[in-house]
């Protein structure tokens, strides 16, 4: 079959299963922000094949980093920040947020920190995993929202040649500045592992995935619990899914309609499609 001819068969079997649907809900992963340059964490390529997430994945394993390797701490760091700080919303980002306006998809749950779904134009974003633009007072818990800016300072300074521990002391404190209101410690909104999901958001992102009709799985492995409950009980209250990703995932099995391509280019002609670019 001709690529042209594939694509069409995609578009119309996803265009008649949103139709067909009165509650449908976007459950994104890494992969749909991959095309706007920020890398996936586990496959060839994936961030964890790197860095490994029980040291780079929480802040005990982070200090540690800190203290003993701090030019590969740079390393790490600058490649992430810098990823958050250039990475701009693609077609797939910019569906979703043009379904919501038209009504045909409730929110997007994610698990991405990268704040591009709500860059997009998505009114109901649940960050299950939190966000890198936001930053949370370890002492009296108010949050404090970060400009894209402060993290391309963040960078400039990490990039810095033979960065020094002062240096990276000085990006920390760039980044997350003591907390305005009480003078405690800050630190980055998100969720590392081992550690407890914001109060409160994984709960409603289960409500609803258990009142949604289609669950639209897109660029997620779906292994990381507790939010990969979201799509299982979406599938439990008996909504069907489509799934769009280049690589099977453990929901494979259970899509109704599986799209074998990137997120972005599929949803660059879905919007080419539906006229709405
Ligand atoms: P993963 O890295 O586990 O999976 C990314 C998925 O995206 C894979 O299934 C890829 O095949 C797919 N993919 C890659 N490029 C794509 C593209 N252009 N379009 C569509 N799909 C694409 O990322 P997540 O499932 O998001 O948690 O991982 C979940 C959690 O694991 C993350 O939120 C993070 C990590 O540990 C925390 O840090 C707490």
């Given amino acids: 079959m001709r690529i042209e001819d594939r694509m069409e068969r995609f578009l119309q079997a996803f265009d008649e299963l949103l139709r067909a649907s009165r509650s449908a809900l ?35 394993g982070l200090a540690m980093v800190f203290l003993l390797r701090r030019r590969r701490l740079a390393g790490f760091a600058a490649g992430v920040v810098s990823a958050l700080a250039e990475a701009e919303p693609n077609p797939c980002h ?4 043009a379904l919501e306006k038209e009504g045909l998809l409730l929110g997007v749950v994610t698990q991405n920190i990268d704040g591009l779904h709500t860059l997009a134009g998505s009114g109901r974003v649940l ?10 007072c370890l002492r009296c818990r108010a949050t404090y929202g970060v400009a894209r800016e402060i993290l391309e300072e963040v960078v400039e300074r990490l990039r810095r040649p033979r960065a020094t521990r002062r240096d990276l002391l000085g990006a920390l404190r760039r980044y997350a500045p003591p907390c305005a209101a009480c003078g405690g410690r800050t630190r980055p909104d998100v969720v ?32 990381v619990y507790p939010a990969a409950m979201v799509p299982r009980a ?44």
């Fill in 192 to 223: 590392f592992f081992g550690e407890s999901l914001p109060p409160g958001v994984l709960d409603e992102a289960l409500e609803l995935a258990s009142r949604c009709d289609l669950l639209l799985a897109l660029g997620t492995s779906s292994l």
């Fill in 26 to 60: 976007a459950f994104t992963g890494a992969g749909v922000s991959e095309e706007s340059g920020i890398p996936t964490f586990r496959g060839s390529g994936g961030l964890w094949e790197e860095y490994p997430p029980a040291i780079y994945g929480n802040l005990p």
């Fill in 127 to 136: 960050e299950l995993h939190g966000s890198a633009y936001r930053l949370r």
């Fill in 94 to 97: 910019r569906a979703l947020a």
């Fill in 234 to 277: 979406a599938l439990d209250a008996g909504a069907r899914l489509v799934e769009i990703n280049p690589h099977p995932t453990v929901l494979t099995p259970s899509a109704e309609l599986r799209i074998p391509l990137p997120a972005g280019e599929f949803f660059a002609s879905y919007l080419e499609h539906a006229g709405r670019e």
